[in-house]
């Protein structure tokens, strides 16, 4: 994933499988990829870690999941981790989305 995380630029968009928007890169922070606020509807940094990247195509990094999936795991309560539904430890105003492990792995293998 090294590579990946070359091309991850800010302001790059971040798709669901599904092609819908999720978000907008505000940064890379320690293999999480942060997204800005601004287009948030809730006003607040979301993460998504980078197990959950699919792929970067036609500038646009698509994930493994669908947007709504994505989102569905904002908002939970979480134990500080960046588990799925966890918050960050650093801001408990910014929540992290992390992939289901076992799915994610499973996609990791059909995609290449």
Same mark, same amino acid.
């Given at each position: 994933?090294?590579?990946? !995380? #070359?091309?991850?630029?800010? !302001?790059?968009?971040v =798709? ?11 940064? #890379?922070? !320690? +293999?999480?990829?942060? #997204?800005?606020?601004?287009?948030? &509807? ?9 197990d959950? =990247?699919?792929?970067?195509?036609d500038?646009?990094?698509? #994930? ?12 939970? =309560? ?5 588990? @799925?539904?966890?918050t960050? &430890? ?5 929540? =992290? ?7 994610? @792995?499973? +996609?990791?293998? !059909?995609?290449?």
């Open positions: 994933m090294a590579d990946m !995380n #070359l091309e991850i630029k800010e !302001n790059m968009e =798709v669901g499988s599904d092609g819908q928007h999720v978000g907008t890169v505000d940064k #890379l922070e !320690n +293999n999480v990829i942060k #997204l800005t606020r601004n287009d948030s &509807p809730d006003g607040k940094h979301h993460r998504i870690e980078m959950m =990247v699919d792929t970067i195509e500038g646009k990094l698509i #994930l493994m999941q669908r947007a709504s999936e994505v989102k569905s795991q904002w908002g939970k =309560v979480g134990d500080g981790s960046t588990a @799925a539904g966890g960050s &430890p650093r801001d408990t105003t910014d929540e =992290v989305s992390g992939g289901d492990s076992q799915t994610a @792995a499973g +996609n990791r293998g !059909n995609s290449m």
